[in-house]
């Protein structure tokens, strides 16, 4: 296969279309791989010619960034390596300070991830999950340390609202901070928020968006059926409250029917479809994709050999397409010519490319 790689935002940063999810290595929240699955799915990424590495100190409770550094030191891949890694959950019950987003704690939290990582820098460090609190002056001021100091080389935020992000990128563009240059968000055939806020936000102002849960958890893998029961991830959350893990729904299951149709018709696994409509889509830096077997990884990695054809994609278009919220249900044609004054006009001419865009166009790197 031909990996490709896009620039992270508007950094100068290069990243592999697809990325390698870590919240699997590990069987500490009951449903990751044990140690030599976990490395077997690590070599298999890096064999496909992948180069990012998505970790968080919470995930398996730092038995993922243990690994993540050890497989990346015994293959000597440190320079190649891109490593992303977060900070926000708190793993020591009773201290409030050992969680949360304010600078007290993503100090300790760096200091923590880079020594179970084994590395001296963190290539990407994201605040993981809004705190409801912190003022984004506080955590952009902190994160550009962290770059001065030389601990971190780029950084980003996930799971924020989409006015928090941009606070936070104009804060960090009007006081010389280290930009946003990315946003590592929710995004599926089975959940696109996002495309309201996020995807133009990140495409003007030089956020590229990173993709967790592109198979919804493994919904869109075609495993699960309504009423049958099975041995995936989402099976022991099916009576869970926890927001990430509530995808059986009407709605979801409508998906997943299309979703099983097309992929048989264009003669590639259902993951495979699902993967490559995501990552094709517009704002998409890459996708990180999560495995607890090995096949499930040579499956997943085969995702961008293809072009799904307009018609399929119209397909899965219509059966996952949520209705726009306001204010995007008001700004249609009726509002536009009023706004014009009834002239007919495009945005641009038709040979015009954006400067935007430009920082999104693929550097194509064969890797056999
Ligand atoms: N920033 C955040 O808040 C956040 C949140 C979540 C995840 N993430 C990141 O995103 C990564 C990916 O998230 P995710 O694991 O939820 O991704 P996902 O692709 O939606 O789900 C992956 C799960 O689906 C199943 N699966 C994957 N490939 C399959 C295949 N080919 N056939 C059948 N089943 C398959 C496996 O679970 P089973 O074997 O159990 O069925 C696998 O663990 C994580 O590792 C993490 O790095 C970030």
Do not use: C
């Amino acid at each position: 296969m031909t990996m490709t790689y896009y620039t992270l935002g508007n950094s100068g940063l290069r990243v592999s279309r697809l990325a390698l999810g870590t919240m699997t290595f590990g069987k500490e929240w009951g449903w990751g791989a044990d140690r030599d699955t976990a490395r077997a799915i690590f070599d298999a990424y890096v064999e496909a010619g992948g180069n990012v590495f998505d970790t968080a100190d919470l995930y398996t409770d730092g038995t993922a960034e243990a690994w993540l550094g050890e497989f990346i030191a015994e293959r000597g891949l440190r320079d190649t390596a891109v490593i992303a890694s977060k900070f926000t959950m708190n793993m020591q019950p009773g201290n409030p300070n050992a969680g949360g987003n304010g600078r007290k704690n993503i100090m300790r939290a760096v200091d923590a991830s880079l020594k179970r990582l084994g590395t001296d820098y963190i290539d990407l460090y994201l605040m993981h999950v809004w705190d409801r609190l912190t003022p984004a002056e506080e955590v952009m001021r902190t994160l550009d340390d962290l770059v001065r100091m030389g601990k971190v080389r780029h950084v980003g935020l996930s799971d924020v609202p989409a006015w928090y992000a941009g606070r936070a990128q104009a804060i960090a563009e009007l006081r010389g901070y280290e930009p946003v240059s990315a946003l590592q968000l929710e995004y599926s055939l089975a959940e696109r928020a996002i495309e309201n806020e996020f995807v133009p936000f990140g495409t003007r102002h030089g956020a590229g968006i990173m993709v967790w849960s592109p198979l919804a958890g493994g919904l869109l893998s075609g495993k699960y059926r309504p009423a049958q029961t099975g041995n995936g991830r989402l099976d022991g959350f099916r009576n869970s409250t926890h927001p990430g893990f509530q995808k059986f729904t009407q709605r979801n299951w409508a998906i997943v029917a299309e979703l099983e149709k097309v992929a048989s018709e264009v003669g590639r696994s259902m993951p495979q479809v699902a993967l490559n409509w995501v990552a094709t889509q517009p704002g998409i830096a890459t996708v990180i994709l999560g495995a607890t077997t090995l096949s499930q990884m040579h499956d997943n990695l085969g995702a961008l050999d293809f072009e799904i054809p307009k018609a399929h994609r119209d397909r899965l278009e219509r059966a996952s397409r949520t209705p726009a919220p306001f204010p995007y249900s008001y700004f249609g044609s009726q509002i536009q010519a009023r706004v014009t004054g009834g002239a007919t006009t495009g945005d641009k001419p038709p040979n015009y490319v954006s400067p935007v865009l430009i920082e999104g166009e693929s550097a194509s790197v064969s890797t056999n």
